[in-house]
């Protein structure tokens, strides 16, 4: 059965950058959205009365991940941030934000598919909340997400329903950096 639709968003991680390649994957809990929208725009040559020449532009995705709320060990991991002697988190203005995979589960009508986003930049959360009323408000949080091609020109993997069980199986133990054949 071929999937049709999609419905749900969950298993969210983020694995850090380092010089030896990717970290292993840490669990980002209370996922409750992601909206990443393509980079890049297609250019046109025209020659000869007609379009001589047509490429596409492939920069990545831009957009945003809501969460129940941003992890600390995210902030300190990717954002910059560091936690003191004290245990108190700090936010620098000379912090380094720090570049990382992204993984993530979509539900489908036939079961699920996982991607890994190779190399992604994020920005800080909004700072806000409410005050609590008759009712309890949920108050999420939202970063903004960058994910740009890596050196080879890659900007994520996703399976499909053919992907082998190993793969899939393991997909959120360590970030996928396949054999991409073409």
Known sequence: MARKVKFG???LYYAPITESGYATPIHIPGAVSMTLSKQ????NFFADNMDYFKESVNNGY???LELALVPDQFKVDCL???IDSNGVLVENANGIQKAFA???EFTNDDGATRLAFLNCMASRPEIGSSTKTDTK???TETIDISCTPNADGYVQYSTTEEVDSTVYNSWFEAVYTGTASI
Do not use: P, R
């Open 40 to 43: 890049g725009e297609d250019v």
């Open 80 to 82: 910059g941030f560091e």
């Open 9 to 11: 968003f969950k298993n």
């Open 62 to 64: 831009e957009g945003s």
């Open 137 to 139: 408000e949920i108050q």
């Open 102 to 104: 992204l993984l993530a």
